[in-house]
């Protein structure tokens, strides 16, 4: 007997990990993958496409330990494709009182914080392992937690001095999406799935489902026995057309890019978080002109923390990234989104706190600059949506926010547990609408760090 057929809807990373794993462990390869464009062209395509397992709850550290464990495999059996690198998170405050921080890394951690957590206080730099080569084999795991203003200055020439603390965070680093992205539908195509280009209009249950899909030589309908909704910023849309209402919102966030031609971010420097609050580096003046524009006095006043930055391209490369997620306010899911022309001043400006010599391209941004971004598309407690939706035979696999390229393999494993009824890991319930039933959970997550970056 031919295996059941799946119609996922959405080739961005979190659909086609979902068909890969389908396939690859379940053994169901008769996928057909929609969508509107090529793959990994929308979201995925601006991800920062950095990973981490630095979370204030364990079902997060929980599952993205897995996602990372899963891209290790694929490292690993690829010749490292992925570009996997491994040079953690380095978290920077001008705080010497961090419990706060330990605190949450302790709640995130759970039992085993005691073997991961390693402070470096004293003047010994030798158990705190190099990050200077990309290796993303034999780094610990864990945080160091670095307060010997030495080897802060050392290790982190170019950060501010005022830095009192960092806390490196050591299973964290980046890969290539699109790489993995190409490499799971290279498998998929050796085990039968086939893809269409065109956008789902509707979906109609009963026996199956049926799905009409637009396409440049007209309308084509589609039959599955299961269906996927792994739209991205587009999955409530999905839903609606089963009728199904998530609890989804869409929140636009940019980034830069640019060639550092000065050398103001080191080559070997672990993606660089600046965790403190700031009054952006205007000059009176353009403070006060600021002030003076209602649409724009925001700019004036005291900013949240978490501005990036990181070395791009590898260690051979120039360029640098640095992104800034402060906006929290949902916006209507578009094609072609709408960026702030003041993005970059803020951002530089923002970074340049952390990196003073990013100062130098204050109004000289080279020409060649990449504004970009994308939608963080997230429940309002910032975990995601994987699991049966609505009519039999329907799931769903989104709401993966800002971490969706770290954690698409565990995503993409745990949907296709769901669709193949295969046993699931503990997290599994947590993830589907079933968490909504749980009033004293959600309260407790709506009352954590929601780790949005
Ligand atoms: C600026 C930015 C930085 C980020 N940085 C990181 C990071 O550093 N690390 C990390 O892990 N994550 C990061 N993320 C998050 C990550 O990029 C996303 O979580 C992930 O890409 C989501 O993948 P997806 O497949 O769900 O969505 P998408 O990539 O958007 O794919 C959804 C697909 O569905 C298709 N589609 C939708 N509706 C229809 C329809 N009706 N018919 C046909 N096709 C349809 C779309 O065309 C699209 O291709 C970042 C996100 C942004 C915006």
Same mark, same amino acid.
């Given at each position: 007997m031919s295996s059941p057929t799946t119609a996922v809807v959405g080739t961005g990373i979190v659909g086609i990990a979902t068909a890969y794993y389908l396939a690859k462990q379940h053994g169901q390869g008769n996928i057909t993958l929609v969508d509107r464009s090529q793959p990994m062209t929308f979201t995925s395509a601006q991800s920062g496409e950095n990973y981490r397992n630095w979370w204030s709850h364990p079902t997060m550290v929980d599952f993205t330990n897995r996602s990372i464990a899963l891209l290790e495999e694929i490292a690993r059996d690829s010749g490292n494709r992925i570009n996997m690198t491994r040079r953690g998170y380095a978290l920077a405050?001008?705080?010497?009182?961090?419990?706060?921080?330990?605190?949450? =890394?302790?709640?995130?951690?759970?039992?085993?914080?005691?073997?991961?957590?390693?402070?470096?206080?004293? /003047?010994?730099?030798?158990?705190?392992?190099?990050?200077?080569?990309? @290796?993303?084999?034999?780094?610990?795991?864990?945080?160091?937690?670095?307060?010997?203003?030495?080897?802060?200055?050392?290790?982190?020439?170019?950060?501010?001095?005022?830095?009192?603390?960092?806390?490196?965070?050591?299973?964290?680093?980046?890969?290539? /999406?699109?790489?993995?992205?190409?490499?799971?539908?290279?498998?998929?195509?050796?085990?039968?799935?086939?893809?269409?280009?065109?956008?789902?209009?509707?979906?109609?249950?009963?026996?199956?489902?049926?799905?009409?899909?637009?396409?440049?030589?007209?309308?084509?309908? =589609?039959?599955? @026995?299961?269906?996927?909704?792994a739209a991205g910023p587009f999955a409530g849309k999905i839903a609606a057309m089963l009728g199904v209402d998530l609890p989804l919102q869409n929140v636009l966030q940019q980034k830069i890019s640019f060639e550092d031609s000065a050398g103001a971010v080191p080559r070997a420097q672990p993606f660089s978080i600046d965790l403190d609050p700031q009054l952006i580096d205007w000059t009176d003046e353009e403070r006060a002109m600021l002030r003076q524009d209602a649409d724009a006095a925001w700019m004036a006043e005291k900013m949240p923390g978490s501005i990036h930055c990181r070395p791009d391209g590898g260690d051979g490369g120039k360029w640098i990234k640095l992104g800034w997620a402060f906006n929290n306010t949902p916006s209507e899911a578009r094609w072609e989104p709408a960026f702030d022309d003041n993005f970059p001043d803020i951002v530089l400006r923002g970074a340049s706190r952390l990196t003073p010599a990013l100062k130098t391209y204050y109004g000289r941004l080279p020409r060649g600059m990449h504004h970009y971004g994308g939608y963080y598309t997230m429940t309002k407690e910032n975990w995601p949506l994987i699991g049966p939706m609505g009519p039999e035979g329907a799931f769903m696999n989104c709401a993966l926010s800002g971490y969706g390229t770290m954690s698409a393999c565990a995503a993409g494993e745990l949907c296709a547990a769901w669709i193949a009824n295969a046993p699931r890991p503990a997290y599994a319930d947590g993830f589907s609408m079933a968490r909504y039933a749980n009033a004293q959970m959600m309260a407790s997550l709506l009352d954590t760090d929601k780790g949005v970056l």
């Amino acid at each position: 007997m031919s295996s059941p057929t799946t119609a996922v809807v959405g080739t961005g990373i979190v659909g086609i990990a979902t068909a890969y794993y389908l396939a690859k462990q379940h053994g169901q390869g008769n996928i057909t993958l929609v969508d509107r464009s090529q793959p990994m062209t929308f979201t995925s395509a601006q991800s920062g496409e950095n990973y981490r397992n630095w979370w204030s709850h364990p079902t997060m550290v929980d599952f993205t330990n897995r996602s990372i464990a899963l891209l290790e495999e694929i490292a690993r059996d690829s010749g490292n494709r992925i570009n996997m690198t491994r040079r953690g998170y380095a978290l920077a405050t001008r705080e010497s009182d961090i419990d706060t921080l330990v605190a949450e =890394l302790r709640k995130g951690f759970g039992d085993k914080v005691d073997a991961l957590l390693r402070f470096h206080t004293g /003047g010994s730099a030798s158990t705190y392992y190099p990050f200077e080569k990309p @290796d993303w084999e034999g780094v610990p795991d864990g945080v160091d937690i670095v307060q010997n203003q030495d080897l802060i200055r050392s290790r982190f020439p170019s950060f501010d001095h005022a830095i009192r603390s960092i806390i490196h965070v050591r299973r964290g680093g980046d890969i290539s /999406g699109q790489q993995l992205g190409m490499y799971m539908l290279e498998y998929l195509r050796e085990a039968g799935a086939s893809r269409v280009i065109g956008e789902v209009k509707s979906i109609a249950a009963g026996n199956g489902f049926r799905v009409e899909v637009s396409t440049t030589d007209g309308v084509k309908q =589609l039959q599955a @026995d299961r269906i996927v909704n792994a739209a991205g910023p587009f999955a409530g849309k999905i839903a609606a057309m089963l009728g199904v209402d998530l609890p989804l919102q869409n929140v636009l966030q940019q980034k830069i890019s640019f060639e550092d031609s000065a050398g103001a971010v080191p080559r070997a420097q672990p993606f660089s978080i600046d965790l403190d609050p700031q009054l952006i580096d205007w000059t009176d003046e353009e403070r006060a002109m600021l002030r003076q524009d209602a649409d724009a006095a925001w700019m004036a006043e005291k900013m949240p923390g978490s501005i990036h930055c990181r070395p791009d391209g590898g260690d051979g490369g120039k360029w640098i990234k640095l992104g800034w997620a402060f906006n929290n306010t949902p916006s209507e899911a578009r094609w072609e989104p709408a960026f702030d022309d003041n993005f970059p001043d803020i951002v530089l400006r923002g970074a340049s706190r952390l990196t003073p010599a990013l100062k130098t391209y204050y109004g000289r941004l080279p020409r060649g600059m990449h504004h970009y971004g994308g939608y963080y598309t997230m429940t309002k407690e910032n975990w995601p949506l994987i699991g049966p939706m609505g009519p039999e035979g329907a799931f769903m696999n989104c709401a993966l926010s800002g971490y969706g390229t770290m954690s698409a393999c565990a995503a993409g494993e745990l949907c296709a547990a769901w669709i193949a009824n295969a046993p699931r890991p503990a997290y599994a319930d947590g993830f589907s609408m079933a968490r909504y039933a749980n009033a004293q959970m959600m309260a407790s997550l709506l009352d954590t760090d929601k780790g949005v970056l």
